[in-house]
């Protein structure tokens, strides 16, 4: 491959990519078009050039080899996305039954505006209901799958328990149908979201230069998960990373993670998907037993 090319791929990807499924979906938005099927299709599209391009300009090499995941990662990439529709139309019902008088989302503006609100809003919470799975024992559990994949690439970015998806988007979710955020700006900034998790866990040699520090991209989120758990106790932020410069866990990780490995030090972790999907409650089985024991 060219060096042109690469140079292309590099430091365009993302920009062009992203910018573009976003643009479209926006268009969509303003078009009053219904969120189902068109957006997923256009994140679908944004996620299939993600995975090819990770064949001609990988990160690693060896993180383009099946490590007997990708039949699990498939699983939880149609379970998750599929809860997360499912979480977000639920809360939407719930919030038709809040008093119109108690509705403080200001649907007086561009719908752009609404966008960047309903973006802020989830973003924080997510950054908050992720820092604490990783220090309250009983979300890490139900956390640890998404650790636990031993490569990053496209598709692990949705490896994620479905009770845990629920739990890390539904209290921004929950805050926004509330405040009577409408559903389909709710819903095309979680396509949007879609796609550019995909590119943070990409097995692909980009960069965004010093946005790196503002964006979650891949530069910085491979070190969070880095198989030394004490490392990886920064860089929390899904979409923006204000969040860690504000609250202390940023780290500017880029170049640094060399050959470092990345998943849990637990090499004995199921990795087929009804093994992941009952190992957070069996793990704290046996704590909460040892705990009583102990007692």
Same mark, same amino acid.
């Given at each position: 491959?060219?060096?042109?090319? =690469?140079?292309?791929?590099?430091?365009?990807?993302?920009?062009?990519?992203?910018?573009?499924?976003?643009?479209?979906?926006?268009?969509?938005?303003?078009?009053?078009?219904?969120?189902?099927?068109?957006?997923?299709?256009?994140?679908?599209?944004?996620?299939?050039?993600?995975?090819?391009?990770? =064949?001609? +300009?990988?990160?690693?090499?060896?993180?383009?080899?099946? &490590? +007997?995941?990708? /039949?699990?990662?498939?699983? @939880?990439?149609?379970?998750?996305?599929?809860?997360?529709?499912?979480?977000?139309?639920?809360?939407?019902?719930?919030?038709?039954?809040?008093?119109?008088?108690?509705?403080?989302?200001?649907?007086?503006?561009?719908?752009?505006?609404?966008?960047?609100?309903?973006?802020?809003?989830?973003?924080?919470?997510?950054?908050?209901?992720?820092?604490?799975? &990783? &220090?309250?024992?009983?979300?890490?559990?139900?956390?640890?799958?998404?650790?636990s994949a031993? /490569?990053?690439?496209?598709?692990?970015?949705? /490896?994620? @328990?479905?009770?845990?998806?629920?739990?890390?988007?539904?209290?921004?979710?929950?805050?926004?149908?509330?405040?009577?955020?409408?559903?389909?700006?709710?819903?095309?900034?979680f396509g949007?979201?879609?796609?550019?998790?995909?590119?943070?866990?990409?097995?692909?040699?980009?960069?965004?230069?010093?946005? =790196?520090?503002?964006?979650?991209?891949?530069?910085?989120?491979?070190?969070?998960?880095?198989?030394?758990?004490?490392?990886?106790?920064?860089?929390?932020?899904?979409?923006?990373?204000?969040?860690?410069?504000?609250?202390?866990?940023?780290?500017?990780?880029?170049?640094?993670?060399?050959?470092?490995?990345?998943?849990?030090?637990?090499?004995?972790?199921?990795?087929?998907?009804?093994? +992941?999907?009952?190992?957070?409650f069996i793990?704290?089985?046996?704590?909460?037993?040892?705990?009583?024991?102990?007692?």
């Amino acid at each position: 491959m060219s060096n042109s090319l =690469r140079f292309i791929i590099r430091w365009f990807s993302y920009p062009l990519i992203f910018a573009g499924a976003a643009a479209a979906m926006i268009g969509m938005l303003y078009a009053d078009i219904p969120y189902w099927p068109t957006t997923p299709l256009i994140a679908a599209g944004g996620i299939l050039l993600i995975a090819l391009l990770e =064949r001609l +300009q990988p990160f690693r090499e060896d993180w383009l080899e099946d &490590h +007997q995941d990708t /039949r699990t990662d498939l699983i @939880h990439l149609i379970v998750n996305l599929s809860v997360i529709q499912f979480t977000a139309t639920i809360l939407a019902q719930l919030g038709d039954w809040f008093p119109d008088a108690l509705s403080t989302f200001p649907t007086t503006l561009p719908l752009w505006g609404q966008l960047i609100i309903v973006a802020i809003i989830l973003d924080l919470s997510l950054y908050g209901m992720h820092r604490l799975s &990783h &220090h309250l024992p009983w979300l890490w559990h139900l956390h640890a799958p998404h650790h636990s994949a031993e /490569r990053l690439y496209w598709m692990n970015s949705e /490896r994620r @328990h479905p009770l845990h998806a629920a739990i890390m988007a539904g209290p921004g979710l929950l805050l926004l149908f509330m405040m009577g955020a409408p559903a389909a700006v709710v819903a095309t900034w979680f396509g949007i979201l879609t796609v550019h998790l995909a590119f943070q866990h990409a097995n692909l040699d980009y960069s965004l230069g010093w946005l =790196r520090k503002v964006i979650g991209v891949a530069e910085t989120h491979r070190w969070h998960h880095k198989r030394d758990f004490e490392d990886a106790q920064v860089n929390f932020g899904e979409f923006l990373l204000i969040w860690d410069h504000l609250l202390g866990s940023f780290y500017d990780s880029a170049g640094k993670l060399a050959s470092a490995e990345v998943g849990l030090r637990d090499e004995q972790y199921p990795t087929d998907y009804l093994g +992941q999907l009952v190992e957070p409650f069996i793990t704290s089985g046996k704590q909460g037993l040892a705990s009583r024991k102990a007692g």
